[in-house]
């Protein structure tokens, strides 16, 4: 049974930094993406980046491009989600999930429907 754990949310001041973890377990993930989704109470849940897991490469949405930075442990099956400058509007509920696709012209990679298997997410709170 796949099972996605995130871990590394928090409280921190505006401008500051954390990093997210995502550990995975219950399958193979080799050739998979892994990505973080957040959300926000009372709005859509949003992509934020993600990485493919054989190739290494990266997707991120305009919102933190420049400041997050997501990477990947294969050997240990765990994503990381590194995020400089925080500001409020960083502040939601991040969910590691795994795509098993490749993303296409037809399907992005914000396609939050191609993404399978989801984790109970982490709270990110960022204060000003």
């Known amino acids: 049974q796949v099972q996605l754990v995130e871990s590394g949310g928090g409280l921190v001041q505006a401008g500051g930094s954390l990093r997210l973890s995502c550990a995975a377990s219950?399958?193979?993930?080799?050739?998979?993406?892994m990505g973080w989704i957040r959300q926000t109470p009372g709005k859509e849940r949003e992509f934020v980046a993600a990485?493919?897991?054989?190739?290494?490469?990266?997707y991120y949405a305009d919102s933190v491009k420049g400041r997050f930075t997501i990477s990947r442990a294969n050997a240990k099956n765990t994503v990381y989600l590194q995020m400089n400058s925080l500001n409020s509007e960083d502040t939601a509920v991040y969910y590691c999930a795994t795509r098993p696709t490749m993303p296409s012209s037809w399907s992005p990679i914000s396609n939050l429907y191609e993404y399978d298997y989801w984790g109970k997410g982490t709270q990110v709170t960022v204060s000003s």
């Open positions: 219950g399958g193979t993930f080799s050739r998979y993406t």
């Open positions: 990485i493919s897991l054989s190739s290494g490469s990266t």
